[in-house]
């Protein structure tokens, strides 16, 4: 219970989180490249990780030991992804694959390990924003933060690589693609028109902010030709 309550208290308090490398900052958004790109803004600056080879694990807890609250660099940039496929890797490493669960605690269980997709889209869908895990919070609301302070945030695409490359590249840095899945799949497949109209809703503002609204009419053109 204390540990909910302190959840629920750091939820309603928004700051900023970013790594800064110089005069860049990077605002981590989960499950949009954001571990590959945390491990290169680490190494440039703790040189000697180089030599390292970490976990997933190890990568997440260096980067949240590292994340500054106040005074980001000059360039801030985050990285955004389309709503329905970030959605489904959640379902996939969370519900799908991991032995250990780790919602078990969150929100007094209002997910359970063995859901379906259509469960899990259900339930989050009943989750206000700012009481949802980082994984499935809007992405918008990760910058927000710096907006409301007047500061401008450079948004790339994981799925427009050459931009992002280009602006990487720029400032001594690459993307390296740590969690990419090794087992092809189609994100599409685990919608149906129902599932894929609720996410919609709730990532409504990232699908318009961010571009995606073609994605979703294609999704919508897919989903109704192979589901008649």
Do not use: W
Not at 72 to 87: D, E, K, V, Y
Not at 196 to 210: L, P
Request: charged share 25%; aromatic share 14%; hydrophobic share 35%.
């Amino acid at each position: 219970m204390i540990g909910q309550m302190a959840y629920f208290q750091k939820s309603f308090r928004p700051r900023g989180a970013h790594l800064t490398f110089k005069t860049l900052s990077y605002i981590r958004i989960p499950k949009s490249g954001s571990t590959s790109i945390s491990l290169e803004m680490l190494r440039h600056v703790y040189p000697a990780l180089k030599e390292r080879v970490l976990t997933e694990k190890q990568i997440n807890f260096l980067t949240d030991a590292n994340l500054e609250t106040e005074n980001p660099g000059a360039t801030i940039f985050t990285i955004a992804r389309n709503p329905f496929s970030r959605l489904v890797s959640v379902y996939r490493d969370f519900f799908e694959k991991q032995s250990s669960f780790i919602y078990a605690d969150y929100l007094f269980g209002i997910f359970a390990k063995n859901i379906s997709f259509s469960e899990f889209v259900h339930r989050l869908a009943l989750i206000p924003d700012r009481l949802k895990d980082q994984h499935i919070r809007p992405q918008h609301l990760f910058f927000q933060f710096y907006e409301r302070k007047g500061l401008t945030v450079r948004i790339f695409h994981l799925e427009k690589q050459d931009k992002l490359n280009n602006f990487l590249a720029g400032n001594s840095l690459q993307l390296h693609h740590l969690n990419k899945s090794a087992d092809e799949y189609d994100y599409r497949l685990y919608y149906t028109v129902e599932t894929m109209e609720k996410v919609r809703s709730v990532y409504a503002t990232d699908v318009v902010r961010f571009g995606y609204e073609n994605d979703y009419h294609e999704l919508k053109v897919y989903l109704k030709t192979v589901q008649k």
